[in-house]
Structures are given as structure tokens and as C-alpha cells.
């Protein structure tokens, strides 16, 4: 039965332009990257690995994208909870706040973000005042990094709640689970899987992010200056070096990835 | 108000309403009959606190719940379609009632384990509910339903979705388990074999509404409506007492039933039952003691083991039951031209 | 069917792309003169000369670009050093510097931290100047070490942009007290910042350099913008926009 349905489909046509297609992409995606690492001078590589600039912007980087996820994760569930139990009208209109920091170029998030917080902006001012500093520090980057990855994060997560079989919520509730429980033991594990593919998005969208960090919070090597921006800085005299950093900033994602891949994008089952 | 549930319930229910007032006592089967859309999931939604209701009131032994959310009500169901959350085990599935009201894990896996074993499914207890068949994922959700306890048991087509054999079994089960249960009890089907060898109490229901409620052997005996006569096996027509000289009959749409002496006065609005094992059918008319003779085509003819049920386009339309060797003997066939005797004595006649 | 489609797409594609300024000069010259040469090419074009395609980048782009494949007949750089980068790529011809661009102090309109140079070392105050990778953070760079403020501003910093645009977004947003830029970008950023002159004594007076390229098309034509740049009716343009010729 099942052999039968899968020789016929292998030999229909479409089935090559699917393959061919989906060969392709592969190409696109992982060409332009061998040929990052082909560039690769060798011989930079010792310089920049004991760089103050590379250890600096690494471990900011990680932080920052550390503590937006944190953020985003902290602020973002309950917002993907509310969406994904109102209403539509209010469902779109909720979706839609969250989608348009995604399609703003992340320069101009950086100058809204400046007009509500800057030092002349008027929470930024009053922040000021009681001696709380947002901006070009560390807790800028995060701010800036947050605003920009978080909607990636909320629609992941809205999704999974979305799709959610609600009945076993209500099962829950029948057998006398309180609603932090229903929370805890059915609508979470049950989304396990959109708020871990939520997660990787956002700390994809973190680690990657400079335009409105760049515009927000400066770039000042050891205080703000995240990977990204180290390579654009860097990049302005030294492409070997800059090629360099864009690799091992890679590299580095890559190894992140694979040591919380049993964990992260296992088969929810 | 007595120990058990006694519910009002109105709701807004698809297009209609759901509007059924219903009593079952502790220790009592109440089953509820109704063909699908007929209003039976909002009434177990509306009763464990999962849709709200707008008028009306549920009294659970001697609490009002009316508005409480479901976790306060104690009511446990077995859901039609299991929902096991499938991120847990069966045991754990069967230990998340006792553990949402605070009992220690240690004890609530004890008590899961020992539904588990009542229920002759211990052996799965470390399994995903994924991997269980469907007739294993029934006895676990029961399990749950039953391990939870509460002051309220519902089932909701308990065996519809198990095959044949699977389903006499699982028949068996539920009716030795549930009598453990010391809450009212409630089972909702559309089958009515289901519905006749579990209830003490039965509720028949269509389009929102309770159309007949008793016990099983006065809805036999009486059924109501057309649909509680189709349930039970039974022809039931709709009719108006008369008298011809010192004769009674029932006047129809089409010919007059010819019925025994009835303590009604004429021109009642009345129920005539007729079991389709008392009518006789022959090729050609006869001449009987029976006084009622009608003829008609066979409609349809549908065999069920040894047994064959004929529907015949007479008027009033009759169903009859037959052998199949009778089948046979008379050549019967779908078109052919045939007649129906009847004894005014087998024909119950009730006030409608 | 539709494969064909694509590749139709494809071909309409890359010959679009071939097609692109065929015969016309082609300029390519640091962002900062952006509008400035603009108008020189449009005053270029009435004269009666042919077309010219502007292309505007950073200057270390721009050398980036060229080493890579890209030909344009003309280069107009803010940084010695790219010129040097062309030169050791043999793509370079000759060279000329051609006009300076000085700097100025900028700082938020309304705001009084900074009134002039020595402010930038004061404790406290947030500088913002370009990073030390590119010209506008040297020579920035170069002016507050002439005047003796470069360690106490450096301490200063908040941030270190890679374009003039940066320093005076920081600055206009209030998140510097002050910063350094071409005064044709101040000029550029009409009243959304104050400007302060940087004493003579100290400014760097960066220069800009026409670099003429060893092969490519349209060279003569490239010769024949540069003589303009430098005639009477291209120095007007240039000095309106805050350049200076020697």
C-alpha cells in the first residue's frame, strides 16, 4: 500500500522540480557562506582570535542576546497568550503591533526607540532624572535587541498556542487543575515546540542585529560594541580581519545551536 | 434538594437552544439518547462548567455550581475523543485529577495505578498515550475520569468509537466499574442499545430539548416520538380516537387501525405501537382473525443476521419483522406488492 | 511550463543588469559629497557635456568595490589610505588632491554642555566621533590630539560611528553632547544642530582626492569631469557647499 502510493510519486514530474527547487535553496543558503570561509585568510586568524575586540564583542553579544531572549521570553508569552485568545479582530489588530517593529527597516526601530527613550526623549528623561541610564550601555543593547527580535518570538509562540487543541485545556480543568496549572501542565508543553523554534528566532534575530542597536544604543568597543557591529567597524579597514569575525561569530552560532540541539529542536514528541 | 445533580439549563446551542432540566441521584445511571446535534455535547460542556449557561441552575449534591468554573465543580468526564494530554504518561494521565487537588504524587500514582489495574490496563502504565490503540485509549481516559472521582460522573459515548466486539467488552467493563461510583452518573450516546443496558434512568433528547424521560421499560412500552420508537424498534403512529358502532380504531392520514376497547374518549389525540414482530406478512390477502389488513410495496429490506427488517410503503408506513427464511419462502423483494395483518389486541394505544 | 518562465525571468535579468550605463561616465565619490556633486553634474551635463552616473558610498567601499571587479572612470575619496589601496592594486593612474572639507565642532540645538573644543575633555560630557577605522574618526582624532584633549574626549566617548550620518544622528538625538563632523554635513543638517568652528591652530583641513584609474571605460571622459570640478563654474558649486579649494 504505502510502497505502491510512494514509487508512483517518485516517478511523477513534479517531483523533480520539487527536488531540483529545494537543491537550489540549499545552494543559495550555504554557497554564499562556503565562500565566506573559502575568503578566509589563515593567517588573520591568530591576530584576530587574540584580539581585545573579538573577546569584548563575543561575550557582549552573547549577553545581550542572552537577555533580549530573556526579555522576549518574560514580556512575549503572556503577549502570544492574549493574541492567541482574543477574539480576531482584536487577534489582528494585537498581530499587527507585533509585526510592524519586523517590517520597520532596524534603523528607524532605533529612532523610535530613541524618540520614547533618548536622554531628550520624554521617558528618557524622567529614566535620567532618577538616575537610570538606558542608553549606550549594555541594558540599551538589550532594549534595542528586544524590540527588534521580540515580535519574532511572539508570532512563533502565538502560532503553536493558536494551533493548540484547547480541549485538553479543558480536560485539565475538569480533572481540577487551577488555571496556573492548566498553564504550567497543558497550554505550555503543549506549545513546546512553537516557543523553542520562538526561541531560536529571536536569538537568530539577536545575535544578527546592529541596525537598530547601532542607532539606539552606539558602538563603543567593551561597552556596546556587539559582534555586528565589530565586524561593520572593523570591515571599514581591515575586510580580512572583518571576514575573520563574520566567521567565528558563525562558527560560534553554529556550536550553540548543535550543543542545545538535543534539547531545543528534538522531536517535541 | 436530595444528594445527586439536579439541573436547569438553558444555553444558546448552534442555531437553537439547549433548554433540559434533568435529576439523577447518587448511585444512578442517567442515560442520555439523542441523535447527533441534538445538544448533547453542550449539555456535558454546560454540566462541567465548560460553556456557560444563561438561565437556569446546577445543583451538585446540595452545592450550587451554576457559575463555578469547571476545576471547582467536580465533575470528571471521559471525554468522546479521550483528550490525554500526550506529553505525560498513562499513569500520569490517570494521576493529574488527584495531583490538580493537592494530593501528594506518591498517592495519586497509587490510586492511578489501581484504576489502571481495575480497568485491566496496569501494563500500560508507562506508556505514551500516543502509542495506545483506541480501545486502550478508552479504558485510560476512563481510568482518569474515574480516578479523579468528584460529584459527578459523565461519559460521553463511552464505546462509539470501538469496534463491534471491542464494544460488548467494553459494555461489560463500564457497567461493572460504574457501579463503584457512588455519584450520580451520566452516559451520553446516540447508540440505544448503549443507551437501554446502562441507564436507570433514561433521557431522550432532540433539537435542545428532553422530548421523553423514564425508565428504560416505560420508554419501550411508550415511546413518545417517532425517533424514541425508532430507537426502541418499534412502529409508532400518530393518530385520533374514534368508534365505528361499538369498535375503536385509530383514524390516520390513511387507513384506520382497527384497535381494542380503549378507557379514552373518542377524538383523543393518541400513540398507537405496534411491535413489528406481531405483524404478519403474506404474498397475497388473507383471511385471519386479525382485523387489520393493509396493503402496500416492500420499500426496503434490511437483513441483520437472521432477523430482516421490511419497511413497507403502506399508509400509514409499517416496519416488519420477518425471517429470513420467510424471505425466502414468499419470494420477497424490494416493489413487490404485499399485505400486513395485525391484531387490534397488539396494537397499544396512549394518549399522546 | 513554468522552469521556462523562470529562465526567461533569469535571462531578462542578467541582461538588465549588463545593460547598465553603457557609454556614460561613471563617478564614484565618498558619500559626504553627495549633494555637492550632484549639482556639479547637473551644471556638467548643461554645459553640454554627455551623461553622468553618480554612484556614492564610502570611500573604503568604494576601493572595496573597485579591487573587486567594478570599473568607474573617475574616483573621488575622503581617505588617503583607499587612494594607497588603489595603488597597490595597480588600478591607479594618478592622483590629485583636489579640495578640503573642514571639520567642525557640532552640538544639539538647546544644549549648552558643550560651547567649544576644550568642552569635549570636560568629565561628564558624552562625545560621539567617528570610529578610528574611518577618515572622519582620524581626523577627528588628529584635531583633539593638536589641541591636547584626545585622552580625556576619548574617556568621553559613548560611541564611535562609522559615518558622519552616525556621529550626527547621535547628536541631533541628544544622546552626545557634542561631536565632529564635515562641516558639510553640518551644513547638511540644516538647524537640527549648532555648529562650532574649530580653531585654525588645531583643524586638519581633510583633504579629498580625485584618483584617475589605470584602465576602464569612459577615462576621457573622467579627465574631462575633473577639469570641470576644477574650473570656475564647478569651484562655485563646491565652495556653496562648504569645500575648499587651495
Redesign the interface.
Known amino acids: 500500500m504505502t510502497r505502491t502510493a510512494t514509487s508512483s510519486r517518485s516517478r511523477s514530474p513534479g517531483r523533480y522540480v520539487v527536488l531540483a527547487a529545494a537543491l537550489c535553496t540549499v545552494l543559495f543558503l550555504t554557497l554564499p557562506l562556503l565562500g565566506l570561509i573559502g575568503q578566509l585568510n589563515w593567517a588573520e586568524l591568530g591576530r584576530v582570535l587574540g584580539s581585545s575586540v573579538l573577546h569584548d564583542a563575543l561575550i557582549l553579544s552573547l549577553l545581550v542576546s542572552i537577555g533580549a531572549v530573556a526579555l522576549s521570553v518574560l514580556f512575549g508569552t503572556p503577549l502570544a497568550w492574549l493574541i492567541s485568545r482574543r477574539a480576531r479582530r482584536t487577534r489582528g489588530l494585537l498581530r499587527l503591533v507585533v509585526i510592524i517593529p519586523m517590517v520597520m527597516p532596524p534603523v528607524v526601530s532605533g529612532i523610535a526607540l530613541l524618540s520614547m527613550l533618548g536622554r531628550r526623549a520624554p521617558l528618557g528623561r524622567v529614566l535620567e532624572t532618577l538616575g537610570i541610564e538606558v542608553t549606550s550601555n549594555i541594558a540599551g543593547a538589550i532594549i534595542a535587541v528586544t524590540f527588534v527580535s521580540l515580535p519574532f518570538y511572539v508570532l512563533a509562540v502565538e502560532a503553536g498556542l493558536t494551533s493548540l487543541d484547547r480541549r485538553l485545556e479543558d480536560a485539565a480543568a475538569t480533572l481540577g487543575a487551577s488555571p496556573m496549572r492548566t498553564l504550567r501542565t497543558v497550554t505550555l508543553p503543549g506549545s513546546r515546540g512553537a516557543i523553542m523554534a520562538g526561541l531560536a528566532l529571536a536569538w537568530a534575530r539577536a545575535i544578527g542585529e546592529f541596525g537598530a542597536t547601532m542607532t539606539f544604543n552606539g558602538n563603543l568597543q567593551g561597552r556596546t560594541q556587539t559582534m555586528p557591529l565589530a565586524i561593520l567597524q572593523t570591515m571599514q579597514t581591515d575586510l580580512d580581519a572583518a571576514n575573520v569575525l563574520s566567521v567565528l561569530l558563525m562558527g560560534a552560532c553554529v556550536l550553540i545551536l548543535v550543543c542545545l540541539r538535543g534539547r531545543l529542536f528534538g522531536d517535541v514528541s | 434538594m436530595s444528594a445527586g445533580l439536579h439541573a436547569r439549563l438553558r444555553a444558546p446551542m448552534g442555531e437553537g437552544r439547549l433548554d433540559v432540566e434533568l435529576s439523577v441521584a447518587g448511585g444512578q445511571t442517567a442515560v442520555l439518547l439523542g441523535p447527533n446535534g441534538a445538544g448533547k455535547s453542550t449539555l456535558v460542556?454546560a454540566l462541567?462548567?465548560?460553556v456557560d449557561i444563561d438561565e437556569g441552575r446546577i445543583v451538585l449534591d446540595g452545592r450550587e455550581v451554576t457559575h463555578a468554573?469547571?476545576?471547582e465543580?467536580?465533575?470528571?468526564?471521559q471525554?468522546q475523543?479521550n483528550?490525554l494530554?500526550?506529553?505525560?504518561s498513562v499513569l500520569e494521565n490517570v494521576a493529574?485529577?488527584r495531583r490538580?487537588?493537592g494530593e501528594p504524587a506518591s498517592d495519586a500514582r497509587e490510586s492511578a495505578r489501581r484504576w489502571l489495574e481495575r480497568l485491566d490496563v496496569a501494563d500500560l502504565a508507562g506508556r505514551?498515550p500516543?502509542t495506545l490503540s483506541g480501545g486502550q485509549a478508552r479504558r485510560v481516559s476512563l481510568a482518569?475520569a474515574l480516578a479523579?472521582g468528584g460529584d459527578l460522573l459523565i461519559l460521553d459515548e463511552p464505546t462509539t468509537s470501538l469496534d463491534i466486539d471491542a464494544r460488548v467488552d467494553a459494555r461489560r467493563v463500564i457497567a461493572e466499574v460504574i457501579r463503584e461510583v457512588a455519584a450520580p452518573r451520566l452516559i451520553v450516546t446516540h447508540d440505544p442499545v448503549e443507551a437501554l443496558s446502562f441507564a436507570d434512568e433514561l433521557y431522550i433528547m432532540e433539537a435542545g430539548r428532553v422530548v421523553q424521560s423514564g425508565d428504560p421499560a416505560s420508554i419501550r412500552a411508550r415511546p413518545r416520538s417517532e425517533y424514541a420508537a425508532s430507537l426502541v424498534g418499534v412502529n409508532l403512529i400518530k393518530g385520533h380516537l374514534g368508534r365505528q358502532g361499538d369498535r375503536w380504531k385509530v383514524d390516520t392520514p390513511g387507513e384506520p387501525l382497527w384497535v381494542a376497547d380503549v378507557d379514552l374518549p373518542p377524538g383523543t389525540a393518541v400513540l398507537a405501537r405496534i411491535h413489528p414482530r406481531s405483524i404478519i406478512l403474506s404474498s397475497e390477502p388473507l383471511r385471519t382473525s386479525a382485523r387489520n389488513v393493509l396493503a402496500g410495496r416492500i420499500a426496503s429490506i434490511a437483513i441483520d443476521q437472521d432477523r430482516a427488517r421490511i419497511l413497507l410503503a403502506t399508509t400509514p408506513g409499517l416496519t416488519v419483522e420477518v425471517t429470513t427464511n420467510a424471505i425466502a419462502s414468499l419470494g420477497l423483494e424490494q416493489g413487490l406488492e404485499v399485505w400486513a395483518s395485525f391484531k387490534a389486541t397488539d396494537i397499544e394505544v396512549y394518549p399522546r | 511550463m513554468w522552469p521556462c518562465r523562470i529562465l526567461l525571468l533569469l535571462s531578462i535579468l542578467v541582461c538588465g543588469c549588463q545593460r547598465r550605463d553603457d557609454g556614460a561616465l561613471h563617478v564614484a565619490a565618498a558619500a559626504s559629497l553627495t549633494d555637492a556633486l550632484q549639482e556639479v553634474a547637473a551644471a556638467y551635463e548643461a554645459a553640454g557635456h554627455g551623461d553622468v552616473v553618480l554612484e556614492f558610498a564610502g570611500s573604503q567601499t568604494i576601493v572595496t568595490r573597485a579591487i573587486a571587479g567594478a570599473q568607474p572612470s573617475l574616483f573621488i575619496l575622503a581617505d588617503e589610505v583607499q587612494v594607497e589601496r588603489l595603488s597597490k592594486a595597480q588600478l591607479l593612474a594618478e592622483h590629485f588632491t583636489a579640495f578640503s572639507s573642514p571639520l567642525v565642532l557640532i552640538v544639539p540645538r538647546e544644549s549648552y554642555a558643550v560651547t567649544s573644543l576644550d568642552d569635549l575633555a570636560r568629565p561628564g560630557v558624552r562625545v560621539v566621533l567617528g570610529a578610528e577605522e574611518v577618515p572622519l574618526g582620524r581626523y577627528a582624532r588628529e584635531v583633539l590630539r593638536r589641541a591636547g584633549l584626545l585622552e580625556a574626549a576619548q574617556g568621553n566617548l559613548i560611541s564611535e560611528e562609522i559615518d558622519a550620518l552616525g556621529v550626527l544622528g547621535k547628536v541631533i538625538s541628544g544622546q552626545a553632547d557634542g561631536g565632529i563632523v564635515y562641516e558639510v554635513n553640518a551644513a547638511g543638517a540644516d538647524h537640527r544642530v549648532r555648529t562650532i568652528p574649530i580653531p585654525d591652530a588645531f583643524d586638519v583641513a581633510p583633504q579629498y582626492y580625485i584618483a584617475i584609474p589605470r584602465s576602464g571605460p569612459c577615462l576621457e571622459e573622467g579627465r574631462a569631469f575633473h577639469t570641470f570640478l576644477e574650473s570656475e563654474a564647478g569651484r562655485s558649486v563646491m565652495e556653496r557647499h562648504q569645500f575648499r579649494f587651495e
Open positions: 460542556r462541567a462548567g465548560l468554573p469547571p476545576q465543580r467536580h465533575v470528571a468526564v471525554f475523543s483528550l494530554l500526550p506529553w505525560l493529574y485529577g490538580s487537588r505514551s500516543k482518569r479523579a
